[in-house]
């Protein structure tokens, strides 16, 4: 089981953009995700008539590292690690190490 997924609310805790909160957007492989604001570079793009892109400079997001984010703990207001726990009808849910909440409510 994933310890975070696409939705999960995550903070980066360390690198060029440490402390900074956003949404995973998408998982890129096992090892890196994409966030939304996060390791954000300009682009230059050139047009291309033919698919209907205009040039200039684009934002767009790159993906990070897992090893370098982690789940968002709403009680606590801090970044916090995830575990998984087996519940009594045999389900698999994510939970804060903190307090043991579930993540997924």
Same mark, same amino acid.
């Given at each position: 089981?994933?310890? &975070?997924?696409?939705? +999960? ?5 360390s690198?060029? =953009?440490?402390?900074k ?7 890129? =492989? ?16 050139? #047009?291309? #008539? ?6 200039? &400079?684009?934002d767009? +997001?790159? #993906?990070?590292? &897992?090893?370098?984010i982690?789940?968002?703990? #709403?009680?606590?207001?801090?970044? =916090? ?7 009594? +009808? ?13 993540v997924d409510?």
């Amino acid at each position: 089981m994933q310890r &975070i997924k696409k939705g +999960d609310e995550v903070v980066v805790i360390s690198g060029r =953009d440490k402390g900074k909160r956003g949404t995973v957007l998408r998982r890129v =492989d096992a090892e890196h995700l994409v966030i939304e604001g996060v390791n954000r570079v300009k682009k230059h793009q050139r #047009p291309n #008539p033919m698919k209907g892109v205009t040039g200039g &400079i684009v934002d767009k +997001d790159l #993906p990070i590292h &897992i090893s370098n984010i982690a789940l968002f703990n #709403p009680a606590t207001k801090k970044a =916090d690690r995830a575990g998984i726990k087996l519940l009594s +009808d045999g389900r698999k849910v994510r939970v804060f190490k903190a307090n043991g909440e579930q993540v997924d409510v």
